[in-house]
């Protein structure tokens, strides 16, 4: 018999539009043991099949059908019946753990919390689970995390925590809806490594929701398609990646930039005369004031710490990393957005660090930025034509105003924006369309430089493809150069031209896109590649992956930057590993043999 067998179910929301049937009749099973993937796009249905049968429907939702787990119904119960079983038998992980665990609370005093109301127990008991729980999902120093609240943990411990409240009943379901999309590479293969293992000790059926392809070849035995509310294909993991019968399947898989196949960068001939931004040894320091002493102290953080770089023109530059890296505090800086605290920029040959804002107001126009939220980047009491318009005016005042709405006109048709939309405001478009405004609106006056922030990392896979795409076409039009900043090493190599990748504030490796993938020679670097999961199961199941032990050290710690050349940290902890040419362009900062530097943190980690 099915652990969890769902039958004919329908979601339908009232709305003042009328009502919306977010779910329609679908069926689905899940074995003991088993991890199904159930994919699809935003608005597909994924999340709110799984709200309803843990009977978290917002209040205008209503379901019918049937869902019942070890042949108890699910669906429609009574708040004191679905606690029964939800928390002990079956338990949930949220996409954001930072909004599910309760912020005036320790991680302990949640974590015991569970264990009083579903397993009657407390004390020193209680505390002995909860700490053997965080440490097997490798929570360093469990025994000082457990005291310690939420913000003060990462986004990838939190996530662990919340890993770890949900197994401490031993449940037999667990539901994790994108559970691993705002993490960084390493620490998302962490996590998927934590569910795969707790699936087979503990023999735990895993209902899992994404959007990724890749995860899903990592984890899933078998994967569900959803789309508009409906299952369009379901079947094993090899037959549905390798014969996908649905025409939405196969857009699903070929629109997911995959780093071992990279679609073609626009030519570019590199040339030293050709470089139209140098940067040379910029520095960014903040003071942080921590807990010390009667008033604390200062300690610096050097977010960007002696970095190097030129860029060409028609050239894009991938920046890649981990959160807290220093990739958005050296865009910003590029721009005098955040003033540098020593080094060049020189930008067309002239210097403009420590210009102040109305020396950089003439030099705006060909230096532009497109973000990750585009909704929180655009003026919410602004339409989107207004939106685009507003460069124009500052730049092409000349301009008459049917003229100005023709630019503006044109530019929305060239980025797929309906002209029909030209009096919308931003909550009234999706975000991929709203992405698009933010295009358009850095694109209208033929920059020379665009700084893509994290520009495609909160879109739908199909999206993410067609604003690539359409990111590549302005380059080949326009000779544009970009700095194109991810987590995505996927979407930075199909991308980008070259590609720097950077550890606490400082460049480990910059090399050609190809090279990058093909011969990465600093550990950090291997690391990040062997932790991106590609679309394929067959691959994904004897890949090795190369897994540093330990947490991503503090930026505050003075010798963190050394992490990866353990033989100088004792000796002097202030030095900086120095960027030597490996090759040509191949530019590689020094570094300790992977197993020295593994055996090392071991030997931490063990005292």
Same mark, same amino acid.
């Given at each position: ?102 912020? +005036?609370?320790?991680?302990?005093? =949640? ?32 025994? +000082? ?13 939190? =996530? ?67 789309? +508009? ?106 721009? =005098? ?58 730049? =092409? ?29 931003? +909550? ?180």
């Amino acid at each position: 018999m099915a652990l969890l067998d769902v039958k004919n179910l329908s979601i339908t929301f009232e709305t003042p539009d009328g009502d919306v049937e977010a779910v329609k009749g679908i069926n689905l099973s899940i074995e003991p043991g088993e991890c199904l993937g159930i994919v699809g796009e935003s608005g597909s249905g994924k999340s709110q099949t799984m709200m309803a049968i843990m009977g978290l429907l917002a209040k205008n939702g209503a379901a019918t059908g049937s869902a019942t787990f070890n042949g108890q119904e699910m669906l429609n119960v009574s708040v004191a019946e679905a606690n029964k079983v939800r928390g002990a038998d079956v338990a949930m992980i949220f996409q954001d753990p930072l909004t599910s665990l309760t912020p +005036h609370l320790t991680v302990g005093q =949640q974590m015991r919390e569970v264990l009083d109301v579903h397993r009657n127990l407390s004390g020193a008991e209680a505390k002995k689970l909860c700490l053997d729980w965080l440490e097997r999902v490798r929570i360093p120093e469990a025994k +000082h995390r457990i005291d310690q609240y939420p913000h003060q943990l990462s986004g990838g411990m939190r =996530q662990r925590v919340m890993i770890a409240m949900a197994m401490l009943c031993s449940p037999k379901l667990l539901i994790a809806d994108e559970p691993t999309t705002a993490l960084d590479v390493t620490v998302q293969a962490e996590i998927l490594d934590l569910m795969a293992n707790l699936q087979k000790e503990e023999n735990t059926a895993i209902a899992l929701i994404t959007h990724d392809m890749g995860v899903v070849a990592r984890m899933c035995d078998r994967v569900a398609v959803m789309r +508009h509310g409906e299952y369009v294909e379901e079947g094993q993991i090899d037959a549905l990646f390798h014969n996908p019968q649905h025409p939405y399947t196969r857009m699903l898989l070929d629109a997911m930039p995959r780093i071992d196949r990279p679609h073609e960068a626009a030519e570019v001939t590199l040339t030293q005369s050709e470089n139209i931004l140098n940067v040379k040894d910029m520095n960014v320091k903040f003071d942080i004031r921590v807990a010390g002493g009667l008033f604390g102290k200062k300690l610096p953080l050097r977010a960007v710490d002696g970095i190097s770089f030129d860029l060409a023109r028609g050239e894009t530059l991938g920046i890649v990393g981990e959160s807290g890296c220093g990739k958005s505090t050296l865009a910003r800086a590029v721009l =005098q957005l955040v003033p540098p605290t020593t080094g060049s920029v020189l930008w067309m040959g002239r210097e403009t660090a420590g210009l102040d804002r109305q020396a950089m107001k003439p030099l705006r126009k060909d230096l532009q930025i497109v973000l990750q939220d585009p909704l929180a980047s655009l003026n919410p009491r602004m339409t989107i034509a207004a939106s685009i318009a507003e460069p124009l005016k500052t730049f =092409q005042a000349e301009l008459s105003s049917n003229e100005r709405m023709h630019k503006v006109a044109e530019m929305m048709e060239r980025v797929g924006l309906d002209r029909n939309m030209i009096n919308r405001y931003p +909550h009234e478009l999706s975000g991929g369309q709203n992405q698009r405004v933010g295009i358009a609106r850095a694109m209208i006056n033929r920059p020379e430089l665009v700084i893509c922030d994290e520009a495609v990392s909160a879109l739908d896979v199909s999206i993410q493809a067609q604003i690539v795409a359409l990111l590549k076409e302005f380059q080949t039009d326009m000779g544009l150069s970009m700095m194109f900043i991810s987590h995505d090493l996927s979407v930075v190599r199909d991308i980008s031209h070259r590609i720097m990748v950077l550890y606490l504030g400082r460049v480990v490796e910059l090399a050609d896109r190809d090279t990058i993938y093909t011969n990465p020679i600093h550990p950090y670097t291997k690391s990040l590649i062997s932790a991106v999961p590609i679309p394929d199961p067959r691959i994904e199941r004897t890949r090795p992956r190369i897994q540093l032990p330990g947490e991503l050290p503090s930026p505050l710690d003075p010798g963190a930057g050394l992490r990866f050349l353990p033989s100088k940290r004792h000796c002097d902890p202030n030095y900086r590993p120095q960027l030597n040419e490996v090759a040509p362009g191949h530019w590689v900062a020094e570094h300790d043999s992977l197993e020295e530097i593994m055996e090392t943190e071991a030997r931490q980690l063990a005292s």
